[in-house]
């Protein structure tokens, strides 16, 4: 059974730094793209961060320039670096992996459990 956990989360002031992390477990044959969205209360879901399996990236346009994602294709990893972090980014992070996994016998969508970021003073 495959497992995503993140962790990193937690509370910063603003113009301060995170950095996520979300690790795959289970029998995994193969990865595609990778992903970060976030959910604040209130608010539906949307995605901040994509990373394929070449590493091409995309981001929302409200963390262009802040943010940064990244990924260990070995480590079956994904990273969320976040930068001058605003009182806006405060959510609840997920991360969301592409896999082929031995069990399912296709490529599905997997999601973590969610880790929470709170920037406040």
């Known amino acids: 059974q495959v497992q995503l956990v993140e962790s990193g989360g937690g509370l910063v002031q603003p113009g301060g730094s995170l950095r996520l992390s979300c690790a795959a477990s289970?029998?995994?044959?193969?990865?595609?793209?990778m992903a970060w969205w976030r959910q604040s209360p209130g608010n539906q879901r949307e995605l901040v961060a994509t990373?394929?399996?070449?590493?091409?990236?995309n981001y929302l346009d409200s963390v262009k320039g802040r943010f940064t994602i990244s990924r260990d294709n070995n480590k079956i990893m994904v990273y969320l670096q976040m930068d001058s972090l605003r009182p806006e980014d405060t959510a609840v992070y997920y991360c969301?992996?592409?896999?082929?996994?031995?069990?399912?016998?296709?490529?599905?969508?997997?999601w973590g459990q969610g880790t929470p970021v709170n920037v406040s003073t």
């Open positions: 289970g029998r995994i044959v193969s990865t595609r793209s």
């Open positions: 990373i394929t399996a070449d590493h091409n990236t």
């Open positions: 969301k992996m592409n896999l082929y996994a031995r069990d399912s016998g296709t490529y599905r969508d997997y």
